[in-house]
């Protein structure tokens, strides 16, 4: 519990660009909860005869190639794509960092095995394999949280470890060591809230890969299928309808580059 | 005759993250003339860096110059543009850096660098620039100076860098030469041979120059005009031995002060406290281990020392001899070879995880880097209220009440409670981590170096405090340092360590004076004095001994040989020298009998 309220601690004293990118987070975690509630029409209603209909007062974003609306659908749409890409990248954060830490921690021999076992799975293409996992195990939206989690754990894995072997060699770490705490309470209270801040940018810009990688795959028709919707599908559906300028294929690419663009801008504030 | 360099009430402002400008330097005037050395004194912060900077038309980033006339040979520097700021620089103004050896290009040749000004000004052709940094080694009293430039940075000791610094900033012939604390990281037995060597140089060559330093001692022996300055203001200005020995600002007799630590009175007669601890025959090394297993290189060898109860070992020696390592090894950070601990009667264990937890109750550390050994993410209420679970079982209130009593017995206010690390200045977190190390309640501190990384005056009030609670808490202490008036303040024995050896072991208050081994000698000599003419006076005594050149040190001899002015020819470069016990309990491991090694004189400033 007080390690909680330490990590906590740390967190309330980040700089001021790590917040800005927690709030922004937390504003579209908002929006994906909240969003569908708002949504006048059903996602697979067909309101109009007119399809790629362009802006307008009736279907402010106008409709798309079955005369359905889009911003209804958009709205949906984020929700699975926010909620894929924060399972997947819980699970890869959580899994990484724990193993990344412990490691620290364990023989060497361990370090060794696990550590060539994170080097060869971050060699493999990360769109190829998830091609490969999806196609064996089917499309579900388990299999994608699942397989986007074991994709990106590498990273996770060699960022907390860099992180918290800097951080074990600090001399308030041997001082710990020298009073004889045991290693838990050296990893949770000693060094972890030393690893937060650059921990939690790590998580942020793990989100952005997934995202990423979620809506490739939802493009090449892989991964979230109808009648569910995430950006990636909407995308694809609608490619046709870049030949009219529709708003159905240009608004959801746009929410796309405001989702990662945007809290990539917000955790590079954090960087200076 | 006008000054060479003049300044007139400059002002340099700093910028603040909130966009807000601070006042570094605040209306500072000085003025040296042609061939005068001028010391910048101050602690760090004081401005003196900057104010040495800002005559080479520096600032660092995030700075300005916001007022006031910088005039430098016939030069405003302070309004200068950058190309010809770019021709004035290394030309007639050139700086040599506190650390020569992170300020050397490793990649690249000595020689290569050090010429480097000249070619780049158009000063010299390459080849009278050659031989013109070949007379400029051998005036700085460096070894082999035809060839020594074919080196690379890290083939050199840090003297020797911090030398090679100096004829890189000469030669261009410069006007002015601003050094930045040349010397504070050396040790004093270096020390003493870099100032020896600027000294004849600057003279020689009538170079004018600016000495930043905060050690009086060395400013007596540099400089011809100080000025002390506080928080970016002058304090205090006039010609050195004025300044030295009748300052008026009180914050300048502060600082004389610090720097004229009292000698700690003798502990009471009578017989001496059994030893709290004892190593014996400790080796650490690393390496190859033989067949007895020990290592092949060794950084500790055959170490003896006991500490008595309630009093203080001095443990002093160069940096690289070891001090640290016996430091870790106590507190079983670092595996030993060979040798026993006995601590409080009982067997150590090597290794700090096979201690019992009382065991390391009673042993605790205060380290050399308060900021590294306290953890930034904790209040320093959080770190003492730890301590006092982890060992005493100590919660809430009763804990709280306990930490507040240690903050007030390290004489911090009670408002640091809440404050974290990164929020305390360098002496606050010094006293925050001896308030750590006392919260287990130890029969030992091991202090490893504890005023190394503070200002003068500050360190002086921590080894004030170490004395008192020293005293007011019976605590047996190890006390390892590089400074030997620091040594002096605290300690009521000291052992001298060279190489891994103890070479002497004899009382803090014989140290100045009577029959020592010679490397004892020449460290307490080594040591400036704030006394003008000292550093003639030394040098004049040492001239004698620098003839022949030294033999290697073989495995099994004397440590000291191959520095060692009578060092007996194949006997003390193989043989390991006998401790011979000396007047008033000293041992000193010398092959020469004590009545033929000369006393030290009686240093008048030493009192």
Request: net charge neutral; charged share 20%; glycine share 8%.
């Amino acid at each position: 519990m007080s390690a909680l309220r330490t990590c906590l601690a740390g967190a309330a004293r980040l700089a001021p660009g790590s917040r800005r990118a927690l709030l922004l987070l937390a504003a579209w975690f908002a929006l994906a909860a909240l969003g569908p509630l708002l949504a006048p029409h059903a996602p697979g209603e067909i309101v109009d005869r007119e399809v790629f209909a362009p802006f307008s007062v009736r279907h402010w974003l106008g409709t798309d190639y079955l005369g359905r609306d889009v911003g209804s659908r958009l709205l949906w749409s984020v929700r699975y794509t926010v909620l894929i890409s924060t399972l997947s990248t819980l699970i890869s954060c959580c899994c990484g960092f724990v193993l990344g830490i412990a490691t620290t921690a364990t023989s060497v021999w361990v370090e060794r095995v696990l550590g060539r076992l994170m080097d060869g799975l971050l060699s493999i293409p990360s769109l190829l394999f998830a091609l490969l996992v999806i196609a064996a195990a089917g499309e579900s939206i388990p299999a994608l949280v699942l397989t986007m989690g074991v994709i990106y754990m590498p990273g996770a894995y060699r960022t907390s470890r860099a992180l918290a072997l800097r951080i074990a060699r600090a001399d308030y770490v041997t001082a710990s060591l020298a009073r004889g705490e045991n290693r838990s309470f050296v990893i949770l209270r000693e060094i972890l809230p030393n690893m937060m801040g650059p921990l939690l940018s790590d998580i942020g810009l793990r989100f952005v890969y997934a995202v990423l990688l979620l809506s490739n795959l939802s493009f090449l028709g892989l991964g979230v299928q109808p009648p569910l919707v995430d950006l990636g599908s909407l995308v694809r559906e609608n490619v046709l309808g870049l030949a009219y300028g529709a708003p159905a294929v240009l608004v959801p690419t746009v929410v796309l580059a405001l989702l990662t663009v945007g809290i990539n801008l917000a955790l590079g504030g954090q960087r200076s | 005759m006008t000054a060479l360099i003049s300044v007139r009430g400059l002002h340099v402002a700093g910028r603040r993250r909130d966009g807000s400008e601070v006042g570094i330097v605040r209306d500072v005037s000085l003025e040296v003339q042609r061939g005068e050395m001028l010391a910048l004194i101050g602690e760090s912060g004081s401005g003196k860096t900057t104010i040495a900077l800002s005559l080479m038309g520096y600032v660092r980033p995030g700075c300005r110059i916001s007022g006031g006339e910088i005039e430098v040979a016939g030069y405003r520097v302070d309004q200068m543009t950058p190309d010809p700021l770019r021709n004035f620089r290394g030309k007639t103004i050139s700086y040599v850096a506190q650390n020569a050896g992170s300020a050397f290009n490793p990649a690249l040749t000595l020689h290569r660098q050090v010429i480097e000004p000249a070619l780049s000004h158009w000063v010299l052709p390459r080849r009278d620039a050659e031989r013109r940094a070949v007379d400029l080694f051998r005036a700085m009293a460096l070894p082999h100076p035809e060839t020594i430039g074919a080196r690379y940075p890290h083939q050199l000791s840090g003297g020797q860098l911090q030398r090679l610094m100096a004829a890189m900033a000469l030669i261009t012939e410069p006007e002015v030469v601003v050094f930045d604390e040349p010397t504070t990281a050396l040790d004093v037995t270096t020390q003493i041979e870099v100032l020896e060597a600027f000294r004849a140089v600057l003279a020689e060559r009538g170079i004018t120059g600016v000495y930043v330093t905060h050690d009086l001692a060395v400013v007596a022996q540099v400089a011809d005009r100080a000025v002390v300055l506080r928080n970016g203001a002058v304090c205090e200005s006039g010609p050195t031995s004025e300044v030295l020995e009748r300052p008026h600002a009180p914050y300048a007799r502060e600082l004389v002060e610090a720097s004229r630590l009292p000698v700690r009175a003798m502990a009471a007669a009578g017989p001496v406290p059994e030893p709290v601890l004892t190593l014996s025959d400790m080796v650490v090394g690393y390496g190859s281990v033989d067949a007895r297993g020990l290592p092949a290189r060794r950084i500790l060898d055959g170490i003896n020392l006991s500490v008595p109860r309630g009093r203080i070992l001095g443990i002093i020696g160069e940096s690289g001899c070891g001090k640290s390592t016996l430091v870790r090894t106590i507190a079983g950070l670092q595996a030993s070879a060979a040798g026993t601990i006995r601590f409080r009667g009982e067997d150590l264990a090597g290794a700090v995880a096979r201690r019992t937890p009382d065991q390391r109750r009673r042993l605790q550390i205060v380290a050399q880097n308060a900021d590294l050994v306290l953890n930034p993410a904790w209040t320093v209420g959080a770190i003492l209220m730890r301590v006092l679970r982890f060992f005493h079982g100590l919660r809430g209130a009763e804990a709280r009440a306990e930490a507040l009593r240690l903050l007030d017995l390290v004489r911090l206010p009670q408002s640091v409670f809440e404050r974290r690390p990164p929020e305390l200045s360098g002496g606050q977190k010094q006293r925050v981590n001896f308030a750590r190390a006392l919260a287990a309640r130890p029969d030992l501190v091991l202090c490893d170096e504890i005023t190394a990384a503070l200002d003068p005056v500050v360190a002086a009030a921590i080894l004030e405090l170490l004395a008192d609670l020293q005293a007011t808490l019976g605590l047996s202490c190890i006390f390892i340092t590089h400074d030997l008036h620091a040594l002096r303040a605290v300690c009521d024995r000291v052992a001298v360590l060279l190489g891994g050896h103890v070479v002497e072991q004899c009382d803090a208050a014989s140290l100045m004076d009577g029959v020592h081994h010679p490397y004892s000698r020449l460290l307490v000599s080594s040591v400036p004095e704030m006394r003008p003419g000292w550093l003639d006076e030394v040098t004049r005594q040492r001239q004698v001994a620098t003839d022949a050149p030294p033999p290697p040190v073989a495995a099994g001899g004397c440590p000291f040989v191959s520095r060692c002015a009578m060092r007996i020819e194949d006997i003390c470069d193989h043989v390991p020298p006998p401790v011979v016990p000396g007047a008033g309990g000293a041992r000193i491991a010398c092959h020469h009998p004590l009545a033929d090694l000369p006393p030290l004189l009686q240093a008048d400033g030493a009192a």
